[in-house]
């Protein structure tokens, strides 16, 4: 347990230490997250850090490394723990340094300040909260209208392409039946040249035949050395 605070220590408040470093207080909360996981100790009031000037200095080489973050916290933690060898365990605790700090109207006001800048950074992280989530709405917003459009374009897309298609099966449709109507107009003309070259046929067999029999009748008719002639046809 670390026990190397003083009696007149100064404490600072999270945006206090914010400043002191020059990074924001979101980030020293994040850089005592990582020293803490790598077994660095800090004094706290309940879950609350309470920061010294040495972690301070701790949190000023986690932003200055060029090593990996939980690299560098472990080194501060071997330091950390040397430091500590130099100090002998007491009974002191925060509370005690409160309490005396309440006996003390210099302390009183720095524990008045260091509460005022805890107070601060609250309602910082809780105006910065609702900014987050002010863009995050925004964001889902955003994200809600692209899938509108992307959702109105693809059905725009799919109507205009059944559109399209129907538009191409109907065309088809009219084509065939042109062209079906065409073709039985061809055979209707094709079916009427047939019945006339019949007719026309019949009337030539008809003609003949009727030549043929007045013919015959005329031959019959005659008498002398034609139908001698017709005689040896017949036979």
């Given at each position: ?17 914010a400043e002191e470093v020059g990074i924001a207080t979101t980030t020293v909360r994040r850089y005592g997250q990582i020293l803490e ?136 449709k009219q084509q065939y039946e042109e062209m079906l109507e065409r073709e039985k107009e061809k055979s209707e003309l094709l079916k ?44």
């Open positions: 347990m670390r026990h190397d605070i003083q009696p007149n220590e100064r404490a600072f408040s999270t945006k206090e230490v996981r790598n077994g660095y100790e800090f004094f706290k009031d309940g879950d609350r850090r309470i920061f010294v000037a040495s972690d301070i200095e701790a949190l000023k080489e986690i932003r200055d490394t060029d090593l990996p973050q939980d690299e560098q916290a472990r080194i501060v933690v071997e330091e950390q723990k040397e430091k500590l060898k130099g100090y002998t365990e007491t009974a002191l605790t925060v509370s005690d340094t409160y309490s005396s700090a309440l006996g003390n109207p210099g302390q009183t006001e720095e524990l008045l300040k260091l509460l005022a800048g805890e107070l601060a950074a609250s309602r910082e992280m809780n105006v910065q909260l609702k900014q987050d989530m002010a863009e995050l709405k925004n964001t889902v917003s955003r994200l809600q209208q692209d899938h509108h459009v992307i959702s109105s374009g693809v059905g725009n897309f799919s109507q205009k392409t059944h559109t399209k298609l129907d538009r191409m099966m109907e065309d088809q009427e040249e047939l019945q006339t070259m019949r007719a026309e046929q019949k009337q030539e067999w008809q003609a003949q035949n009727d030549f043929n029999r007045r013919l015959e009748v005329t031959v019959k008719n005659t008498k002398g050395p034609w139908e001698k002639l017709f005689s040896l046809f017949r036979k």
